[in-house]
């Protein structure tokens, strides 16, 4: 079987370009299991609490439950199965009745055999889901959360990334160059070298989400807010001024003067000539991404 398309085949409910990570997530979160443990049954009641940690960092704004992935991903074939106390099959996706039923989860065995024989397999199909739902800011601490380990296990380069999709490799040359090598929310501006460090080019609506590879659709940011922005920390009004989440917490002065003290501050425009960020991406990153309310600037 061709796990690569398989996973890319993982049925997500979709609403107007709406964030679903859910079934993304426990695969990512059973691949670093099956790396510390060889792939052995996972019960909820031990999952539960790191799957919801997963989903409230990673997930979209609203609201959501660990127990629907874990149900749900078992409508998609050779991928994952469910069983009870009682025998094979979900008891659903309410978390009572997995708690109840001793509700145990595992990789399909058809998938177990596959990640065994080939070493690098847990690793390309990571890096698939990671790059298929996810900034890439955000992957080293989804990594981390999920327990998996990809720096030591390259993968072969041609096999790397399976979709016929690329990033568009000049998109944060034009970028920063827009905005002049400088964060468009603090006005960072680091050298070394004559090389710009610390900044990035920022999507504002995701690349796993049609978000295109052009300036309207980016924002040169310091390596600290893009990671913010990415977050839902931070995100951006229809007339381009910053918001800040009102469940974001510092105390700190730092916190104040790197955060709190953006709230409603304009972002720099691009160089004259070139397009700013755009009102629909803007719009999209508000719905999917930024963590509301916000903030009274």
């Known amino acids: 079987m061709d796990w690569a398309k398989r996973f890319a085949q993982i ?10 990570p859910h079934k993304p997530l ?8 099956f790396q510390r443990d060889g792939g052995l049954p996972i019960p909820f009641s031990a999952a539960e609490a790191e799957l919801d ?3 409230k960092e990673f997930g979209p704004p609203r609201k959501t439950s660990p127990g629907y992935p874990f149900h749900h991903l078992t409508n998609d074939d050779n991928l994952w ?31 177990l055999r596959a990640l065994t024989d080939d070493s690098h397999l847990v ?3 990571a890096r698939q889901l990671l790059d298929a739902n996810f900034e890439p800011s955000l992957h080293p601490d989804i990594c981390r959360l999920a327990g998996l380990e990809l720096a030591d296990r390259p993968a072969p380069a041609a096999e790397a990334v399976p979709s016929a999709a690329r990033r568009d490799r ?82 700190s002065p730092a916190a104040e003067g790197m955060v709190l003290s953006l709230a409603g501050r304009p972002v720099t425009s691009p160089q004259t000539g070139l397009d700013p960020v755009a009102a629909d991406h803007i719009e999209w990153h508000g719905r999917q991404v930024f963590r509301a309310p916000a903030r009274q600037g």
């Open 11 to 20: 049925r997500r409910w979709t609403r107007q370009g709406e964030r679903a």
């Open 26 to 33: 426990l695969l990512l979160y059973a691949l670093g299991r």
């Open 53 to 55: 940690l997963l989903l």
């Open 81 to 111: 199965l469910v069983e009870t106390a009682h025998g094979r099959g979900s008891p659903g996706s309410e978390l009572g009745r997995l708690r109840e039923t001793g509700a145990t989860g595992r990789l399909h065995p058809d998938l």
């Open 123 to 125: 690793v390309r199909l």
């Open 170 to 251: 000049a998109f944060r040359q034009n970028v920063l160059m827009a905005y002049e090598y400088r964060c468009a929310f603090c006005a960072y501006d680091g050298w070394l070298d004559g090389v710009a460090v610390g900044l990035d080019a920022a999507h504002v609506r995701w690349w796993a989400f049609e978000g295109p590879d052009d300036v309207a659709n980016g924002l040169c940011l310091c390596a600290i807010h893009h990671k913010l922005f990415d977050k839902g920390v931070l995100g951006l009004t229809s007339d381009r001024r910053i918001t800040v989440s009102r469940k974001f917490v510092g105390r």
